[in-house]
């Protein structure tokens, strides 16, 4: 890898499939955070603007509500 640039780097995560979504989002946020340290690079937000918190608000409550939408289907499936 020696010699390799990239413009950016992307970080996705099919929640859907995380057993515990609120905990792997707050992860891969986390991850990312970390990786722009070490890289001295900037963190953007979906829309390619440096990543502010309402836009993470408004990501978590999305994410907190996926979850408790699985945990309402998982009780109606026992």
Do not use: Y
């Amino acid at each position: 890898m020696e010699g390799f640039t990239s413009p950016g780097v992307v970080i996705m995560m099919d929640l859907s499939q995380h057993a515990d979504p609120e905990h792997g989002f707050e992860e891969m946020v986390s991850s990312a955070r970390q990786m722009c340290r070490r890289l001295s690079a900037e963190l953007l937000d979906s829309n390619q603007q440096p990543l502010e918190k309402d836009f993470l608000a408004s990501s978590r409550n999305r994410v907190k509500e996926l979850a408790k939408s699985r945990r309402a289907d998982s009780r109606r499936g026992e």
